[in-house]
């Protein structure tokens, strides 16, 4: 059994209510409507970097609520079986000893989608069966295979915390543990957490009885995975040119080429005349550096990519911005796989009917246009036993 003396600061004094978690008002504010429209949406997505206190929330609304929680860890969500025999009658059952019940699926960025087979699918079928709020979290959940849970939940973004309030944090928790620490190492603690509320009562755990002017330096600065969204609201924003702007795209966890599709899909939402033209000339420059590092392997070129997708974007314009600006995921990406598609149904036509004539499918493919006139009846379609989505492609107009 754990003594009071060694739990984590980070869990004794874990907030128990709305009022506890500090610094996410407005996701609160979006917690409360979801609650309030329950079952229009079954499950909400509270996501965000680590830290920022997404289980936290979730407690908080088990507490408003009366209401039990059921929590899942991603340990334990493996595959569909798992899934379906510990959530499945839960998602069904009143509680027995409170008002409501509620159901968290804590850190579902670790439910894979190729091992843990079926379980993201099996829990989509049970956000649509359960009758109790399904609260999910996640770090990234703009990962290719959350794109159905995206569709399904109600998603909520908890924001890096301001230092300040990271300050307060730890200032109140020192009180309570009759301990003290200096103003100084305290400031230090809250800068470097980087908004990691989690970070910082461990941290302050640790060195609460090591006071000494040089404890300072013992704080690490952590190193933050930042969302595609907030690397591109910074430079969008920003004019300057800094060692951060420099930087910004570093703990992006996204391929440069995934980076380059997003700043060239939302361009257009920040810039307007001149500034767009010298913004698409950044791009276009650092496209060519891309190109030389494919054909040469000069993987130093890099540098000048990033830079110019960072700072050059930035430099477009003359002055700060403020406001907020959706962003939007690219739709080149969703063009590409419609074509990867189309091109997949005339392949196959394309083999079927080379088998069938004795020829090449490089042939067939290449004098597709006159073989499309061929198969317009429907006896050699059938002969040839093409499926019906084969056949709706042939039936579309040549301009489709």
């Known amino acids: ?21 500090k610094g996410q008002e407005l996701a609160i504010d979006k917690v ?5 429209s329950f079952p229009k949406k079954k499950a909400v997505v509270l996501h965000g970097t680590p830290g920022t206190g997404k289980t936290s929330l979730a407690y908080a609304i088990a507490f408003e609520m009366d209401a039990e929680i059921l929590e899942l ?21 009143r509680s027995l000893f409170k008002k409501n019940k509620i159901i968290l699926i804590d850190e579902v960025d670790g439910v894979s989608a190729t091992k843990d087979r079926g379980g993201l699918g099996e829990l989509l079928g049970l956000i649509e069966k359960s009758a ?32 300040r309030i990271v300050l307060d944090v730890l200032k109140g928790v020192c009180e309570k543990e009759n301990c003290v620490v200096s103003s100084e190492v305290l400031t230090s603690i809250a800068i470097k957490a980087r908004g990691d509320i989690r970070a910082a009562l461990n941290d302050l755990q640790l060195l609460s009885k090591m006071e000494s002017p ?4 013992e704080v690490g600065e952590r190193n933050r995975e930042q969302s595609i969204f907030t690397a591109l609201q910074f430079v969008f924003k920003n ?9 910004v795209y570093d703990e992006v966890n996204m391929p440069i080429d995934d980076i380059f599709l997003w700043i060239e899909e939302n361009i257009p939402l920040e810039y307007k005349g001149a500034e767009l033209a010298k913004a698409y000339d950044a791009l276009s420059l650092a496209d060519v550096f891309r190109g030389r590092i494919r054909r040469q392997r000069h993987w130093r070129f890099m540098v000048y990519e990033y830079f110019l997708l960072g700072a050059g974007i930035a430099a477009s314009k003359k002055y700060n ?11 080149r990406i969703l063009k590409i796989w419609l074509q990867n598609q189309r091109a997949a149904k005339k392949k196959t036509i394309c083999q079927k009917y080379a088998k069938h004539c004795h020829i090449s499918t490089k042939t067939a493919m290449k004098d597709f246009m006159l073989l499309k006139q061929i198969l317009v009846g429907s006896e050699i379609r059938t002969e040839l036993k093409l499926s019906n989505d084969e056949i709706a492609y042939l039936d579309k107009p040549l301009t489709a």
């Not at 040089?214 to 330096?217: D, Q």
């Open 73 to 93: 860890n991603a340990s334990d969500l493996r595959n569909k079986a798992k899934i379906s025999e510990i959530i499945g009658p839960a998602s069904q059952q």
């Open 32 to 36: 409360k409507t979801f609650l309030k």
């Open 321 to 331: 911005r403020t406001g907020w600006t959706g962003y939007k995921k690219p739709s």
């Open 239 to 247: 004019a300057r040119i800094d060692s951060e702007m420099i930087r």
């Open 214 to 217: 040089e404890l300072v330096k």
């Open 1 to 21: 059994m754990i003594s009071v003396e060694n739990v984590p600061w980070c869990e004794k004094y874990r907030a128990g209510c709305f009022a506890d978690v």
């Open 132 to 163: 109790f709020p399904i609260v999910v979290t996640a770090n990234d959940i703009w990962q290719r295979k959350f794109n159905l849970l995206r569709r399904k939940t109600e998603l909520v973004q908890l924001k890096e915390v301001d230092y």
